[in-house]
């Protein structure tokens, strides 16, 4: 089976958000689930401009041409060395060296990932590889699946189509002439919204034989209004086709008895070493260093999305309280400033680091008592999986995958986390105080960490499930290999 993944973003090479741990981790997982001689799973990126300031050992494979208006486009495709996975690089002049991953601009970037999305097709046409599966990740990607439908290529007239949805908001607005200039028209006889039928998602949703949710209780939100971003009436119509498959965490890269940022490396039997992390990040960032007192962690994209609002009101209303708190993002300017400004209000209880600094996530992860997750929608979350690994106990939101991976019993002995229903401050600071009064027994709190720690969010099992999928979209696009295996 010929498996064909595509995304903006993927571990080791390049990551801005969540999908660059799914891009990264997801393919190796499902080789080594299914085995290398069932599946030939090859990766392909855009040549992002931070790619190409990197030394990275690739050679040159081949270039191809895309259809384009007024006149046709060249790119360029290299493919990189040393890889466990095949991964492939795709440049051209639509693809500049100047731009981020992602820019504000979605009319710029519908550009570029339409761009690459056709350069991938063509590019297997090129070498003769065919998928029999491929594998879009979110609207940056969708345009491949759309594609396939519009120009009916008998190339493809095998391949089988799935579409991850990560974040359903994000649609592609802005992009609909993007995908007019490469040749695809709205999809007017869809069922689709017609404000929709030109979008690169919904139309990669609408050509896709399975969507998957990155968790099975987003697979089921996106189907409601308040989650389904005016698409859910057609979502509903495609029920059978969607499913919710939990996205997983690498643990060689989270691990705290192997990590080398830590200050004071721990695990399950050395518990008690992690005071020893919380002390010297107090420490380091001036805030009193008391050993007894939760330390609460933050380390978010600062958007209204990931209920940064809510946290800091919910931090403000209880600040006669026995804690502290240390807030590490970027993000909204707006989002930001109030974190400072709760800093400068309560400069001994908080620590706001207001930059993307992977090695300082790491060392908050081990050093807080707890995360805090107040989403109003998260469709899979992975802060909650990596902090439970940490002994960290996660507070979250009772939505999509905070919901399936967070266990809230009020029963210290089979929780490993708090959970709270509606995105409003009273009822995230009533939780806050629960959470503080659990920590002051102490017995009660080393229970859930252990709970917590021994929690399995390996992509193992999400893996078996992909493949799986793979499986059975393949013998529906394939009814003669399937008749064949069973009557030999």
């Known amino acids: 089976m010929n498996i064909l993944f595509l995304a903006a973003e993927a571990e080791p090479y390049i990551k801005v958000g969540g999908l660059a741990d799914v891009a990264g981790s997801l393919p190796p997982a499902i080789q080594q689930v299914a085995g290398a001689e069932n599946v030939d799973i090859r990766v392909i990126l855009p040549f992002h401009g931070a790619l190409q300031r990197q030394s990275l050992a690739m050679h040159f494979v081949t270039q191809v041409q895309l259809r384009h208006y007024p006149q046709p486009v060249e790119a360029d495709v290299y493919q990189l ?15 500049s060296p100047e731009a981020p991953v992602y820019t504000s601009d979605t009319g710029v970037d519908g550009i570029k990932y339409t761009f690459f999305s056709l350069a991938a097709l063509e ?5 003769q590889w065919k998928p029999d599966i491929i594998h879009a990740n979110d609207w940056h990607t969708a345009p491949a699946l759309y594609a396939i439908d519009v120009f009916a290529d008998p190339f493809f007239s095998q391949s089988g189509k799935v579409i991850t949805v990560h974040n359903l908001p994000y649609l592609g607005h802005g992009a609909a002439e993007a995908l007019s ?64 498959i939990l996205n997983g965490i690498d643990y060689r890269l989270w691990d705290p008895e192997n990590d080398p940022v830590l200050p004071y ?33 933050m380390i978010t994209r600062m958007d209204y999305q990931k209920g940064v609002d809510l ?13 502290l708190a240390f807030i590490l993002g970027t993000g909204s300017p707006v989002l930001e400033q109030a974190v400072i400004q709760l800093h400068h209000e309560l400069p001994d209880k908080v620590q706001a680091v207001i930059r993307f ?116 979209i393949y013998q529906y696009h394939h009814p003669l290999d399937k008749a064949t295996r069973s009557n030999p």
């Open 81 to 95: 060395e040393h890889t466990d996975i095949t991964t492939y690089l795709i440049n051209g002049a639509l693809l």
């Open 181 to 244: 200039v490469f040749g695809l028209p709205p999809a007017t006889n869809s069922t689709l919204p017609v404000w929709a039928q030109q979008l690169p998602l919904p139309v990669g949703l609408y050509a896709a034989d399975k969507i998957v949710a990155v968790s099975p209780t987003y697979a089921q939100e996106i189907l409601t209004p308040d989650f389904g971003a005016g698409l859910d009436s057609y979502l509903v119509t495609r029920r059978a086709d969607i499913c919710g």
């Open 265 to 297: 490396p721990y695990g399950i039997e050395q518990l008690s070493l992690k005071v020893k992390n919380k002390i010297k990040i107090l420490q380091d960032f001036s805030l009193p260093a008391h050993a007894d007192v939760i330390l609460i962690g």
């Open 123 to 127: 590019f297997c046409k090129s070498i």
């Open 311 to 323: 946290a800091i009101k919910a931090l403000r209303s209880i600040s006669d309280q026995p804690w």
């Open 357 to 472: 600094d992977p090695t300082l996530s790491h060392q908050i992860y081990a050093a807080a008592d707890l995360l805090l997750i107040p989403s109003r929608y998260e469709p899979c979350g992975l802060t909650q999986m990596i902090a439970m690994k940490y002994g960290t106990l996660p507070l979250g939101r009772s939505t999509g995958g905070l919901k399936d991976t967070i266990t809230d019993n009020h029963d210290p002995s089979i929780s490993c986390g708090f959970l709270f229903e509606n995105p409003a401050p009273d009822e995230l600071a009533e939780t806050l105080i629960r959470a503080i009064k659990t920590y002051q027994d102490h017995h009660a709190w080393k229970s859930m960490q252990i709970n917590a720690m021994k929690q399995d969010f390996s992509w193992n099992q999400s893996a078996l499930k992909y493949y799986q999928l793979y499986k059975e």
